[in-house]
């Protein structure tokens, strides 16, 4: 079983930075294909980026204009944690953000692809 715990969020201002964190439980982290999601009330779950078990970094399509340049994702397998970087935050960022896991398997933006999800973190930006 795979324990995922977020932290990080809050209330920040417009043009405000900050840094999420996804920790993971167990020993095999870096077999762990790690996805970051948010989903804003009355919205569906979407994918913001992925870091593979290899290696791979996948920012979804579907965000591509909304957070190019300003979302990053992250990884240190030393630390069993996965980190999603956001600067120049925006009050359309406001949402509940997870992060997910699945096992030895590639990057997808499908949420239903990921096993296992954190409790989520709010992050609300202001005007």
């Known amino acids: 079983q795979v324990q995922l715990v977020e932290s990080g969020g809050g209330l920040v201002q417009a043009g405000a930075s900050l840094t999420l964190s996804c920790a993971a439980s167990?020993?095999?982290?870096?077999?762990?294909?790690m996805g970051w999601f948010r989903q804003a009330p009355g919205r569906e779950r979407e994918c913001l980026a992925a870091y593979s078990w290899s290696g791979c970094v996948t920012y979804s399509t579907d965000y591509a204009d909304s957070v190019k340049g300003r979302f990053t994702i992250s990884r240190d397998n030393a630390k069993n944690t996965v980190y999603l970087h956001m600067n120049s935050l925006k009050p359309e960022d406001t949402a509940v953000y997870y992060c997910?896991?699945?096992?030895?398997?590639?990057?997808?933006?499908?949420?239903?692809?990921?096993?296992?999800w954190g409790q989520g973190t709010q992050v609300t930006v202001s005007s």
């Open positions: 167990g020993r095999t982290f870096s077999t762990y294909t």
């Open positions: 997910a896991a699945k096992i030895l398997q590639i990057a997808t933006p499908n949420p239903t692809d990921y096993n296992y």
